[in-house]
């Protein structure tokens, strides 16, 4: 018996089509929708036009937010793709418990976000935090103290961006799949031409694995631009709203202030930053990014 393959692919997919439509279409809808509004959750919106776009102009917060997002976001996927990639080829050579190190680099990211800013909390404590125990453990002699982590703006953010490296688990596995798929015969005729390992690894290993730091780098700028609930769990706004990100504004708005149209105005800025941003990688990833086989 033959079952048409479009009836047959719609049918498997369509729960999955259903929760896509009813917990993602529709709520970017609404977003769109309530950011023409003054809509305060317990009275009907009311349409107002462009006002709460206008309104952004003239907000100072707005500034900082942003500001403090793209730093945040900028540094955390330089580090996070300098460290997954080393990692990744540190693990990529025979070592005794191989499978344990690779499992250990992946599990801390599979711990929740709540438990993980509660334990960072308490580490970065500056009486009884491990961080300035192991500092003054080691420079100690030096008169090098720890510092006030949550103290100052620098330290605050110093602290986030260590945080987000806690994570770089799920890259670190995928670099491992890229890195195994660079043809060993280019290695060998490098070799065989003088080229030392870091001429290799410049020349030859970068440019193969370069899709995959494409796309690392576009779920890297989706995640930063996305950061909430450890920021909020660990340093709240920080000193001088140094560690107020652009979604801790939003949901401030829609829920501390009651105002969900000016909230899901600046919800749709943020997810037009994202798609513009998305695309700005992908036109320069046609240039900047070697296709097996193009």
Known sequence: MRHDSTSTGLLWIGPWLLGFSIFTVLPVMLAVWY????????????????????????DPILGTVLWNTALFGVLSIVLGTVVSISLAVLLSNPVRFQS?????????????LVALAVIFKLGYDPEVGIANTMIEGALGWAGVRGPNWFGSGFWAMTALLLISLWGVGPAVVIYLAGLRDVPKQLHEAASIDGVGRWGRFVHVVLPMISPVILFNVIIGIINAAQVFAVPVLLTGEGPERSTYFHS????????????????????VLQFAIILLLTGAVLLAGRKLVYYRGA
């Open 248 to 267: 801790m504004y939003v949901y401030d708005n829609a829920f501390t202030f009651g105002d969900m149209g000016y909230a899901s105005a600046l919800g």
């Open 100 to 112: 344990f190190w690779r499992a250990a680099v992946f599990a801390p990211s599979v711990l929740p």
């Open 35 to 58: 950011g023409f509004t003054d809509y305060t959750l317990l009275e009907p919106p009311i349409p107002v036009g462009t006002d709460n776009y206008t309104r952004m102009l003239d």
